[in-house]
C-alpha cells in the first residue's frame, strides 16, 4: 500500500510550477549559428531572419 502522498504537498505548487510564459520565450530567444554568404562572416544570430553584424546582409544560412 503507498501513501497518497501527492495529496499532501504539492496542489497548489503542482499550479504554480506549469509554466507557460517560458515555453513561449524560448523560441525567440534561442541563438543558432549563423554564417553570412556574402563576407563569410559567422556570427550568432537570433529569430528567423538575422542579419550579418558585418556587412548588414541578410544572405545568411544556419550552419
Ligand atoms: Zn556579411
Do not use: H, W
Not at 29 to 35: G, H, Q, R, S, T
Amino acid at each position: 500500500m503507498q501513501k497518497p502522498y501527492r495529496k499532501i504537498g504539492g496542489e497548489g505548487k503542482m499550479c504554480t510550477v506549469g509554466g507557460g510564459p517560458d515555453i513561449g520565450n524560448i523560441e525567440t530567444l534561442v541563438a543558432k549559428d549563423y554564417e553570412c554568404l556574402d563576407c563569410k562572416n559567422q556570427f550568432k544570430g537570433m529569430g528567423r531572419r538575422p542579419m550579418c553584424p558585418t556587412c548588414k546582409s541578410r544572405n545568411v544560412k544556419a550552419v
